[in-house]
């Protein structure tokens, strides 16, 4: 299969958004929830999407997935809601594009699309915030962070285990930026 150069220009970005809700944008189409129309596929999506930069075992997705399950087969299942994903993918964006590698007993994100997810963006923003020393780099800093906090983290996924801690570590991370925020705009008079 040819893999496009996936990054020629800002048209191409792969833009994710887990705050507030969830898609998937790049080459000028967008796969959401609502177009997704399944948890579960939306659940795999979201997991992989979230943790691109690693190799994901398929007993770590299967256990992300169907936490609960005590299934015969989940090896089975997994591969079956793989397909389904990537059938999704070929459905939105044509068969060019080999999203997820399939390795022995794993899966990882293809490497080639380079991803920009608003957490990671978010994560930066404050990072950066915290180790600036000029109010006004500060300040544009947090302001950046903030704007990009739309809302809970996966929220219609929230009640998933491994969706509940990054949720809280992104409250928190904002409500933190908020208060920050607030005491350098006090202190310049805005």
């Given amino acids: 299969m040819t893999v496009m150069n996936l990054n020629k220009s800002d048209d191409e970005r ?3 958004r887990l705050f507030g809700e969830f898609w998937l944008e790049g080459l ?4 959401s929830e609502d177009v997704i129309r399944s948890e579960m596929l939306t659940k795999l999506l979201a997991y992989v999407l979230c943790h691109h930069n690693q190799e994901m075992s398929v007993q770590e997705l299967t256990e992300a997935l169907w936490p609960e399950d005590t299934s015969d087969n989940p090896a089975g299942a997994l591969k079956n809601l793989m397909y389904r994903l990537r059938s999704l993918f070929k459905k939105t964006w044509g068969g060019d594009i080999s999203f997820i590698h399939t390795g022995h007993g794993s899966y990882s994100w293809n490497k080639d699309v380079v991803l920009e997810l608003d957490t990671e963006i978010f994560d930066a923003a404050i990072r950066k915030a ?8 500060q300040t544009g800093l947090l302001l950046q962070a903030v704007a990009l906090y739309q809302g809970p983290f996966l929220p219609k996924l929230a009640n998933e285990y491994w969706i509940i801690t990054q949720s809280a570590y992104y409250q928190g991370l904002y409500l933190s930026a908020v208060k920050k925020l607030a005491a ?7």
């Fill in 14 to 16: 792969w833009t994710v």
């Fill in 28 to 31: 000028g189409k967008r796969l």
């Fill in 130 to 137: 915290k180790a600036e020393k000029d109010p006004e780099i």
């Fill in 184 to 190: 350098l705009l006090e202190a310049a008079g805005r």
